[in-house]
């Protein structure tokens, strides 16, 4: 594996007590073999199950992992805020924690990193409903028109962004899982970051289940992109 100086992880939770431990479980082995340095965190966005437990014994178990708590929930957006503002290591990775993504294909973002500031993957065989699919397809369409922005699958969880990014860029604002990641890449354009993607395979949950894309989030997200392209030019 391609190894970087220096790694931050974090992964967003809500409600994910079935599947945090297991997921950080995974990942922490990949992480010492593709970093030398590198820290771990987990941004709870005020779960009501016992997630916030799981954190907390995940990080009194590892010296490297940090919990951040919500308290009340904030919507994904506000979580991978927090995950990137608190990150503080030179490269930074998000992913989600429900553990459809393999962590291990990390070290194909870290590839592309040579010639890249922010590397988002693809998702390779969708595992989501047709809706979900319909939708996820129509908003990257219409976010690429709109920002520029050029990519196959405009809200794929998993990433890995250098940090000098997420310092010069306007700072983000959106709280919505569907809105965060049009800002991050349109902004990164904007300042003239070059953009890579790579395909990552995408796995079926095994617990739980998802949260979003419910009609009015989908519509207020479609204003909020028309907002932010007003920004943005």
Not at 13 to 32: C, F, G, R, S
Not at 42 to 58: H, N, P, Q, Y
Not at 80 to 106: A, C, M, P
Request: glycine content about 8%; proline content about 2%; some cysteine.
């Amino acid at each position: 594996m391609n190894k970087l100086k220096e790694l931050s992880v974090f992964f967003p939770a809500y409600n994910e007590e079935a599947n945090l431990e297991n997921t950080v479980e995974k990942a922490i082995p990949v992480l010492e073999d593709v970093a030398e340095k590198y820290e771990l965190i987990i941004v709870d966005d005020g779960s009501k199950d016992k997630t916030g437990e799981v954190a907390k014994r995940l990080a009194e178990k590892y010296s490297f992992i940090q919990v951040i708590t919500h308290n009340p929930n904030q919507g994904y957006g506000a979580a991978l805020r927090s995950g990137f503002y608190n990150s503080r290591l030179e490269w930074i990775v998000t992913v989600d924690s429900d553990g459809q993504f393999d962590f291990s294909e990390v070290d194909k973002l870290i590839e592309r990193s040579k010639k890249a500031d922010v590397v988002v993957g693809y998702r390779l065989n969708r595992q989501d409903s047709m809706i979900r699919k319909i939708f996820g397809w129509g908003w990257t369409l219409l976010a690429n028109l709109l920002l520029g922005i050029k990519v196959r699958d405009v809200d794929c969880a998993f990433k890995l962004v250098n940090r000098k990014v997420i310092e010069r860029i306007p700072k983000l604002q959106s709280q919505r899982g569907g809105m965060i990641s049009p800002e991050l890449l349109g902004k990164a354009r904007k300042a003239g970051f070059k953009v890579a993607e790579v395909g990552v395979h995408h796995y079926s949950r095994k617990e739980g289940k998802q949260t979003g894309a419910n009609l009015k989030v989908i519509f207020k997200s479609f204003v909020d992109l028309g907002k932010l392209w007003w920004q943005i030019k």
